[in-house]
């Protein structure tokens, strides 16, 4: 990889210290492709990481990254953030979309955690220090059944969460975050197929049953983009007598400009921001009154630079964040958005991941929830670091996704937005 002294900045940088590699690093420890940069300077031991993961697309985003993003940084100075960032986003004219942000992402907080240990403080403090002691999360609890949705839920509150999503299996494959039942619909051309009306029937069904065994435990619920703006106010109406804590994901993001109108009809708040690709159209959601919660992949976004300025605008139009935190997050990820929950008034909720033991073994300094709760780590940068030794021995697989979304469709053969 060769610099590009044509692209430096106008001006004299205060030091010597240089970027001197950019790259992507591919790894799979739960099976799941997590995408994360390193980024080296000129000063010896002194490197950053940051999360590129778009785990559908990883090898689009180690492209861009390696390919055309990285070039430009050699030999700017790591402390130029936000000229790095504004210059790799304008650079392919064509901007936003998943695996552009991504890409840019992990350069962004790989810069950040380079800033963090050059200046011997943890990131959230150069965010303006703690709002709050650390994170409450909340896990999922999912079943076949609705007893088995709440035994699990159940076991969440036996650790020490106090918020939890619900999810129940049903007829049919194409169930979301809970496991299905083959052969749901045996006379219809697709038996394993996934029904709307069906789904609108049973979740109350759930929530009624959570409130008589759980009693007042914050609950939520994802829809994952697959009703109509009509079907999403007839699922919020039917759960009000639930309190929910947040509906996620109601309609698709081709409907998006109906949000306002399907939040001011929900008396249910509602959580979305998880498939958006720009940070115009996080802003927009945030300022038409969209959301409730902004729910964004960070990295989706193009990394911490973007974030910090949505939160803002979030926090001074009264929204509040429950940003996307499952597997397919890498967990240097999960602590860049520690750092800004664990800094912002606007912080709302915290998903949270319980990871397997060989990915501790690549990320040394992977956050743990203990007693539903996050902290973030006080060593300097992130506190995660990466052992691309132990990355090497988790290659990813290609098309994981692509073979569970092909299969949801509905009972007439229909696809459905998986």
């Not at 430009?72 to 790591?78: A, N, T, Y």
């Not at 309190?243 to 959580?271: K, M, N, T």
């Not at 009154?289 to 803002?312: E, F, M, N, Q, Y």
Request: charged content about 20%; aromatic content about 6%.
């Amino acid at each position: 990889m060769t610099g590009l002294p044509e692209v430096l900045p106008p001006w004299t940088p205060r030091d010597s210290v240089r970027v001197t590699a950019v790259r992507a690093i591919v790894t799979a420890p739960e099976g799941i492709p997590l995408v994360v940069v390193r980024v080296d300077t000129s000063e010896p031991g002194l490197y950053g990481l940051g999360c590129a993961t778009f785990t559908q697309r990883f090898a689009a985003v180690a492209a861009a990254v390696d390919e055309h993003m990285g070039p430009l940084v050699i030999g700017r100075s790591p402390a130029d953030i936000e000229d790095i960032t504004r210059l790799i986003h304008y650079s392919s004219y064509w901007r936003n979309g998943p695996v552009l942000n991504n890409a840019l992402s992990g350069i962004d907080q790989a810069l950040w955690d380079i800033m963090g240990k050059r200046a011997g403080m943890p990131v959230h403090e150069l965010l303006g220090g703690r709002s709050r002691s650390a994170i409450e999360v909340y896990s999922h609890a999912a079943g076949a059944t609705v007893d088995e949705t709440l035994d699990a839920a159940e076991s969440l509150l036996n650790q020490g969460y106090r918020h939890i999503r619900l999810q129940v299996g049903g007829p049919g494959l194409g169930t979301y975050g809970a496991p299905g039942t083959r052969g749901g619909y045996p006379r219809s051309p697709h038996p394993d197929g996934w029904d709307v009306r069906q789904y609108l029937n049973d979740t109350p069904k759930l929530f009624a049953a959570a409130r008589e065994r759980l009693g007042e435990v914050s609950l939520m619920h994802d829809v994952h983009s697959r009703l109509t703006p009509k079907q999403a106010i007839v699922l919020a109406r039917s759960l009000e007598p639930y309190g929910l804590s947040f509906l996620e994901d109601v309609i698709p993001p081709e409907h998006y400009d109906q949000l306002p109108a399907v939040r001011a009809a929900s008396p249910v708040p509602i959580a979305v921001g998880e498939q958006v690709g720009s940070v115009a159209d996080a802003a927009r959601l945030i300022k038409d009154g969209g959301v409730d919660l902004l729910r964004l992949h960070t990295s989706a976004i193009g990394g911490l630079t973007p974030t910090r300025k949505l939160v803002a605008l979030a926090e001074l139009l009264g929204v509040r964040t429950a940003f996307h935190s499952p597997g397919d997050i890498s967990p240097v990820g999960v602590a860049a958005n520690l750092a800004v929950d664990v800094s912002t008034p606007a912080f709302g909720y915290q998903e949270s991941h319980t990871y397997n033991e060989a990915t501790h073994e690549v990320f040394p300094g992977t956050p743990v929830v203990r007693d539903g709760h996050l902290t973030p780590s006080d060593e300097p940068g992130w506190g995660v670091d990466l052992d691309e030794a132990a990355a090497a021995k988790f290659p990813p697989t290609k098309f994981l996704h692509e073979r569970w979304s092909a299969r949801v469709r509905r009972p007439d053969g229909g696809l459905e937005a998986p």
